[in-house]
């Protein structure tokens, strides 16, 4: 069975089971899958030094780990996701902040403002 996707743009795609993050792994940029069920807690954050603005790939700190963007300093907000399956939480931007909230919004996953 094809997943239906409901939110695509050139750093992430959100479909009916989950989030995949490209642009992840550091230095080949493959993607990452985060399943819906695997996620803890999901935050959003306004873009700071403290949040992760300048983090552009990768991670200062071994507690957030940033996929790649090199617009992330322009970016609306930052969102976090933090699962149930590992330490490290994920920092990660998008293209369209009011769409992708609708469409994680359709999945019955609260995104905490912080």
Same mark, same amino acid.
């Given at each position: 069975?094809?997943?239906?996707?409901?939110?695509?743009?050139?750093?992430?795609?959100?479909?009916?089971?989950?989030?995949?993050?490209?642009?992840?792994? #550091? %230095? !080949?940029?493959?993607?990452?899958?985060?399943?819906?069920?695997?996620? $803890?807690?999901?935050?959003?954050? &306004?873009? =700071?030094?403290?949040?992760?603005?300048?983090?552009?790939?990768?991670?200062?700190?071994?507690?957030?780990? #940033? %996929? !790649?963007?090199?617009?992330?300093?322009?970016?609306?907000?930052?969102? $976090?996701?933090?699962?149930?399956? &590992?330490? =490290?939480?994920?920092?990660?931007?998008?293209?369209?902040?009011?769409?992708?909230?609708?469409?994680?919004?359709?999945?019955?996953?609260?995104?905490?403002?912080?």
């Amino acid at each position: 069975m094809e997943n239906y996707l409901i939110y695509s743009d050139k750093l992430l795609d959100v479909d009916d089971k989950g989030i995949r993050i490209k642009n992840y792994y #550091f %230095p !080949l940029g493959q993607a990452k899958f985060v399943k819906f069920q695997d996620i $803890f807690k999901m935050e959003k954050r &306004q873009p =700071t030094l403290t949040t992760g603005k300048w983090r552009i790939w990768g991670s200062s700190n071994l507690i957030t780990w #940033f %996929p !790649l963007d090199w617009s992330r300093p322009k970016r609306e907000f930052i969102f $976090f996701i933090q699962m149930a399956t &590992q330490s =490290t939480r994920i920092g990660f931007t998008v293209e369209d902040s009011k769409a992708f909230i609708e469409a994680i919004d359709s999945k019955g996953i609260r995104i905490e403002n912080s």
